[in-house]
């Protein structure tokens, strides 16, 4: 077998031979696009790209790890405990800078410690993208928090910060580990104004193996709702040897956001699986209750991971292991001796999983990454000349040969297309502001009953209709389900009725609530997918149908999955805030088992009552709290202003400090269920009301309407931009006219042959891309 090194030297003289190729048809193709397909011309971008990142990894001949996961899944304390001590920020500080990157050293005089510092630019435009990000609606109340705290404690230390700024970067040489300590625990834990400054730490160490160039990046969690964060998650996956996927033990199954980050990391090597490059560190593993439970939690992980090979799926425990071997922080040793850890591995009869980590990271470097090279660099060759193939078919008929008696063409689009153009793009504006009003942009209140357009309606219509296909096909609710639950067991007699009413609620509740998490959020998405297209195909028609104009508009700086990946995230997060509160008020818990519910969810309650709009007045103004205490929809003496919109708050807030019901001795409470048939009859009628309240409730206490708003004045404002800040449309326009690419474009060309130049310039670099073509292959 051929060594790492002999495979590199190969394998970059292939690649670099196929980019001499790929750089020839990239030119080719800026130049030919009217006759080669947007299709090919985007595959052709993609591959360049891919073959280029491939060529740089070679080139510095760097084994690169990306230590991927959700937010406080362990990442940081996973490498805290390969490195023997304690020195990396916790979740909270990770989101005081932007990236962390341990790389391996020879010696240990090579060893250093550098923070780099964000310019006084840089941090002017953090504070602006905090901004938006607090007025926009994607993120938790938490995310939300933490975003504040940055921004107000940043322009409280402002005058600290740019001291920092001033600096550029730091950097220290050390020989033990221990010596940096204190000094990253003073920068990223007790000096605030100095945390806020730091845009990057990079630590080298020679506890990563001293004999390889080594580089783990601790990649930010794809579900911190910071854009920033995944765009730099995709661009480190992208660019990663191998992936260290650190997933909590006792979280078996995949989120959403876990298989977007899946997505991405398959994506990048078509020829490669996940499994192939893949370690998935079940962290926290010492959380398990008894050796059953890490064995049957073990078993799911290992079934869902069923293509990675068992040496790269290992429980690991990091904190036991900074305790036991390593240098832990006061904070991590004071809950490690109050949690026992040491007798809870021993209980379970695992170790921490750390030095079998080491053994096979190691082994796949050994052994494994020449073969996944080896693979990754046929495909990209493979793809390369297939590409050539397909493009010089295409090209050579049309450009292959020269009619030496063709005459040159004057400049067809100087001055006067420039005038016509102008004048052209202001009625352009016009027409699409006048277009955007009337049929997509809402009246003011976007979240109150009736404020939307026709094309916004579809979107609650879409919504509606999912709502009840998702609540009529439950298999819980089916007749023979419910008496299977109800029996399960015990019999139909009356004794039962109560254990078979909250078991047959237990499973109900989990089926919607999985069914809500993984299937709505998809309908809504293509809604407002609907909506953006409705929107592209207007700009593309106002540019006289140009092929070029959707791929330019929509996916130039960003992968279509992405994007669609983004905006579903959207709506799961605006969904899941009243959703889940409307599912479990409802469903999780029968009519006589609710007060405890009642007092913890009182304000979310009160919110879901606040933006109620159905025609039903019971409904409304604490009739949703009464019905859940007492079983029945009636009025209580109570009065709660009708608030909505901007008003909705302060009717929340009065009503929670003002309520005064009628004593309850007073208020009939529907009788609790004695048999099969009553129970049936209670759940009925509570996904009955669930179903009423999740349709003109929960939609409007969500802010989808707003939320929608908001993407299509993104894509507005962009389509405006482009020409009046970037000049692309412009550009696109001229091409179209020039090679004669769009007949509907009303300019009129006085020519109607090709530049005799531009031809002879065509076929002598085509002939140039036919010889490197036959070199490469």
Not at 623 to 637: C, E, F, K, S, V
Not at 739 to 766: G, M, S
């Amino acid at each position: 077998m051929a060594t790492w090194l002999e495979t590199c030297a190969k394998q970059l003289t292939r690649l670099e031979k196929a980019s001499v190729l790929s750089d020839k048809l990239i030119t080719l193709s800026n130049k030919t696009g009217v006759d080669m397909s947007p299709e090919m011309v985007q595959k052709l971008e993609h591959e360049h790209a891919r073959l280029n990142r491939q060529l740089e990894r070679l080139r510095a001949n760097r084994f690169e790890v990306a230590v991927i996961g959700l937010e406080k899944a362990g990442k940081s304390a996973l490498l805290n405990a390969w490195l023997g001590q304690e020195i990396l920020p916790s979740a909270r500080e990770r989101c005081t800078f932007t990236s962390t990157e341990i790389w391996s050293a020879q010696t240990e005089q090579d060893q250093l410690v550098a923070i780099e510092y964000y310019s006084r630019e840089e941090i002017a435009k953090l504070q602006e993208q905090r901004q938006k990000a607090l007025a926009g609606a994607l993120l938790s109340d938490k995310e939300k928090k933490e975003i504040q705290e940055d921004f107000n404690d940043t322009e409280k230390n402002l005058n600290q910060i740019y001291e920092f700024t001033k600096k550029g970067s730091f950097k220290q040489p050390f020989l033990d580990i221990g010596e940096i300590s204190e000094l990253l625990q003073s920068a990223i834990f007790k000096n605030r104004a100095q945390a806020l400054a730091i845009k990057r730490i990079q630590l080298k160490t020679v506890r990563l193996r001293s004999d390889r160039d080594i580089i783990f990046h601790d990649v930010p969690g794809f579900n911190s709702g910071i854009l920033m964060h995944a765009e730099q998650a995709v661009d480190r996956l992208q660019n990663c040897d191998a992936i260290i996927y650190a997933k909590e033990m006792k979280q078996p199954s995949i989120t959403g956001p876990e298989k977007e980050m899946l997505l991405v990391a398959d994506a990048e090597d078509p020829s490669l699986r996940v499994s192939d490059k893949v370690f998935v560190v079940l962290t926290q593993a010492d959380a398990m209750d008894d050796q059953i439970d890490f064995r049957d939690t073990f078993a799911k992980h290992k079934a869902f991971w069923a293509n990675v090979p068992e040496r790269r799926l290992l429980p690991v425990c990091a904190r036991s292991h900074l305790v036991e071997f390593g240098i832990p922080s006061e904070d991590t040793l004071r809950r490690s001796k109050s949690a026992d850890d040491k007798n809870k591995i021993k209980k379970l009869a695992i170790t921490d999983g750390v030095k079998e980590l080491k053994d096979a990271v190691n082994f796949y470097i050994d052994n494994e990454r020449t073969g996944v090279l080896q693979k990754r660099c046929d495909s990209l060759v493979n793809a390369t000349r297939q590409l050539a193939t397909e493009i010089l078919g295409k090209l050579e008929p049309i450009y292959g040969t020269i009619a030496e008696n063709e005459r040159q063409e004057d400049d067809l689009l100087g001055k006067e297309f420039n005038q016509w153009w102008g004048r052209e793009w202001q009625r352009i504006k016009k027409d699409f502001d006048v277009w955007y009003s009337e049929s997509i942009q809402g009246r003011t209140e976007a979240d109150a009953l009736g404020a939307e357009h026709a094309e916004l309606a579809a979107l609650r219509s879409a919504y509606d209709q999912k709502i009840e296909a998702l609540l009529s096909n439950l298999i819980t609710a089916q007749p023979d389900e419910l008496k299977r639950i109800y029996t399960a067991g015990g019999t139909l007699s009356m004794p039962d009725a109560r254990e078979g009413n909250y078991k047959i609620r237990e499973e109900l509740f989990r089926e919607i609530q999985k069914k809500f998490e993984t299937e709505l959020t998809d309908q809504l998405a293509q809604a407002l997918q609907a909506l953006i297209d409705g929107i592209v195909r207007k700009i593309q028609e106002l540019l006289w149908e140009t092929e070029e104009v959707r791929r330019t508009l929509l996916h130039s700086h960003l992968d279509e999955g992405i994007e669609q990946a983004r905006i579903r995230h959207g709506f799961q997060v605006l969904f899941l805030r009243f959703g889940r509160v409307a599912v479990e008020a409802f469903i999780a818990k029968p009519l006589q088992a609710r007060d405890r519910l009642l007092s913890e969810r009182a304000a979310e309650i009160k919110t879901l009552e606040a933006f109620y709009q159905g025609g039903d007045k019971s409904k409304q103004e604490g009739g949703l709290t009464h019905y859940l205490r007492y079983g029945l929809w009636a009025a209580i003496n109570k009065t709660v202003p009708a608030g909505r919109g901007r008003n909705a708050a302060k009717a929340i807030a009065d009503a929670v400090l003002t309520e005064a019901t009628i004593p309850a001795k007073e208020i009939e409470k529907a009788t609790e269920p004695q048999n099969f048939e009553e129970v049936v009859e209670e759940i009925n009628g509570d996904l009955a009301a669930l179903q009423d309240y999740l349709k003109n409730s929960v939609f409007y206490a969500a802010g989808f309407i707003t939320y929608c708003n908001q993407e299509l004045e993104r894509i507005r404002n962009r389509f405006k931009e482009m020409e009046d800040n970037e000049r692309q449309w412009i550009g696109i326009i001229r091409t179209a006219v020039k090679y004669e690419r769009n007949p509907l474009i009303p300019y009129n060309i006085a020519h109607t042959r090709r530049d005799f130049q531009i031809r002879r310039e065509l076929a002598l670099e085509l002939k140039e891309v036919r010889d490197s073509y036959s070199h490469v292959f």
